[in-house]
């Protein structure tokens, strides 16, 4: 399984990014996709959740400045990310769960929040 994640970059503070998760048709249409972000010398941490049939999850960090979606045609999960602050910096990752508690992880997207 091979998800693809991509969109990070150097942003303001108060700056917004998008970032992408492309995924294999059968794990985009059948099993949750995550973002998850980890932060130089800390743990990896959940940041989103949507699910196949769009009901999505946040953690209190980012709720209300991001959004996660999914675009059916093109097979692949979003992270509307607004409102950035310096804490939001780390790589970024995406994780697909599979049936028998597997997960898949894509390679990680690196989003910086600095003036």
């Known amino acids: 399984v091979q998800l693809q994640a991509s969109g990070g970059g150097l942003v303001q503070p108060g700056g917004s990014l998008r970032l992408a998760c492309a995924a294999p048709i059968s794990i985009f249409r059948l099993n949750d996709i995550s973002w998850y972000r980890q932060a130089p010398g800390n743990q990896r941490e959940f940041v989103a959740k949507?699910?196949?049939?769009?009901?999505?999850t946040y953690s209190d960090s980012v709720k209300g400045r991001f959004t996660i979606s999914r675009d059916r045609a093109i097979y692949t999960v979003f992270l509307q990310m607004n409102n950035l602050e310096p804490e939001d910096t780390g790589m970024y990752y995406c994780k697909a769960d599979l049936p028998g508690f597997r997960s898949s992880w894509g390679q990680g997207t690196l989003v910086t929040v600095s003036s």
């Open positions: 949507i699910i196949p049939a769009g009901t999505t």
